[in-house]
């Protein structure tokens, strides 16, 4: 389908981010940002032609939370040299993005890899120039939606959930060595909550770079009435999946979820920085040659969450 013929996707979509009770500084990010093509015209020879910028419909969407770690300042650090960077790397090669649904879904899928490997190198030089900031880093789950499929890349134990129906189902994998424990059956899954070993992160944008980064990649394709919830651990050790999505069903509004979320999660103890991002997601109508309404395609597909997973240093 042409891009003049389709304006990939429109969402509800709202962030919000708080310091919760018990720390001073906040080092969570989030970012939802919207793509378009633009065309600057400096000059033309057809008087039809205005000079100036023209922009073309919304391509895509993309959502992105970052929780910072490493001691109050590099923490908020890493996580801002996270967010620049790829707010950067967006706007030098948006058309690369545009390329999802016409090439080849592995270069595409390589290319978000990329994006990840090329953050986690960033905090790393970071690091090596400021030792007051050493070992600093930060989670990074991202969402690029460009209807009706999502790609999620992701690295740390923030979250991105999928909601349809009225169940969440989590997207991504917590990169904690309590899930690693029940992933090998020396834990039992109630017990993870409340482990020790559930702060503790194996993979993480930066760190002290032990071991090579993992570069988790999901693909879902979306269905219309899909919502799509990115938080830190400060929102979901206190609000899990299954309330997030009856209190999605109570209040749809993005805006006033988040808020009630962040203030659930502070009102039951606020121990870490809360951050939230709710989208909701769906294709925009086009009109056929007749003036009919042509949906677009969110009822073709749906197929939930399959896990790509890369490692690289």
């Not at 997207?171 to 702060?199: C, F, Y």
């Not at 930066?206 to 929102?235: F, P």
Request: charged residues 20%.
């Amino acid at each position: 389908m042409l891009d003049s013929e389709f304006e990939f996707t429109q969402s509800e979509t709202f962030g919000l981010t708080d310091v919760g009770k018990k720390r001073t500084v906040n080092q969570d990010q989030f970012l939802i940002a919207e793509l378009s093509k633009s065309m600057l015209v400096s000059a033309s020879s057809l008087a039809e032609i205005d000079v100036g910028r023209f922009f073309g419909g919304i391509q895509g969407q993309v959502l992105l939370v970052a929780d910072g770690m490493g001691g109050h300042a590099a923490g908020e650090k890493a996580s801002s040299i996270v967010l620049q960077h790829l707010i950067g790397r967006l706007l030098n090669s948006v058309h690369w993005f545009f390329q999802s649904d016409t090439g080849s879904e592995e270069e595409f899928v390589n290319g978000l890899r990329n994006l990840l490997r090329d953050a986690h190198s960033r905090v790393l030089a970071e690091s090596r120039e400021n030792h007051a900031a050493a070992g600093m880093g930060t989670t990074l789950t991202m969402a690029y939606i460009h209807w009706p499929a999502m790609y999620v890349v992701h690295a740390g134990d923030s979250r991105c959930y999928l909601i349809r129906d009225g169940v969440a189902r989590q997207i991504t994998t917590d990169h904690t060595l309590a899930r690693q424990m029940v992933e090998a059956g020396g834990m039992k899954p109630e017990d993870e909550a409340t482990s020790r070993w559930s702060n503790i992160l194996w993979n993480v944008v930066g760190g002290h770079a032990q071991r090579s980064l993992l570069a988790e990649v999901h693909r879902v394709d979306l269905c219309e009435n899909d919502s799509i919830v990115l938080c830190s651990d400060g929102l979901y050790r206190y609000v899990d999946g299954d309330q997030i999505s009856a209190m999605l069903t109570q209040q749809p509004n993005a805006s006033l979820l988040c808020k009630q979320l962040v203030e659930l999660a502070n009102d039951r103890g606020g121990e870490d920085n809360i951050t939230v991002v709710v989208s909701h997601p769906t294709p925009k109508k086009r009109l056929a040659a007749n003036g009919s309404v042509i949906a677009g395609d969110a009822a073709q597909k749906k197929t939930m969450p399959v896990a790509e997973n890369d490692q690289d240093s």
